[in-house]
């Protein structure tokens, strides 16, 4: 998915170990921003740049708590969210985001077999790219 730019704009979800690992690949990608990302609302992350988490030069992309979702939607309008958090925190959201449209891959284990169904239903309802 190119946004307007030629450039896709990536919401990261999760920034355990696996996320800082995507966060670091997205950032080294020419056709690839990331513009946010998602912790939770409790997490020392939040509030902090990027690149400070990774060690690196500050990104530009800041941390955002779960709670702040909805603002992040808004603001940085990100073609997909890449989700690596867990499958409770991703069933609490993926309905926001699919309505919107945004193309959300999700890298999360444990899902049911109800969760499942429910996110089949919600990307063809709207839509939207749910993997």
């Known amino acids: 998915m190119l946004g307007s730019e030629g450039i896709t704009k990536i919401c990261l ?10 966060a670091r690949t997205v ?3 020419p056709d690839m921003r990331l513009v946010a990302a998602i912790c939770s609302d409790f997490s020392s992350k939040r509030g902090k740049d990027v690149g400070e988490i990774l060690g690196i030069p500050e990104t530009g992309a800041k941390v955002y708590g779960a709670g702040q979702l909805e603002e992040v939607l808004q603001e940085h309008a990100p073609d997909v969210i890449v989700d690596f958090s867990n499958a409770r925190a991703t069933m609490k959201y993926v309905r926001l985001i699919s309505e919107r449209r ?13 969760d499942v169904v429910r996110l089949q ?5 709207n839509d939207s790219g749910i993997l």
């Open 102 to 114: 945004i193309g959300l891959v999700i890298g999360t284990t444990g899902f049911s077999d109800h």
């Open 121 to 125: 239903l919600l990307a063809a309802k």
């Open 27 to 29: 950032l080294e990608q």
């Open 13 to 22: 979800m999760g920034l355990g170990r696996t996320g800082a690992e995507i």
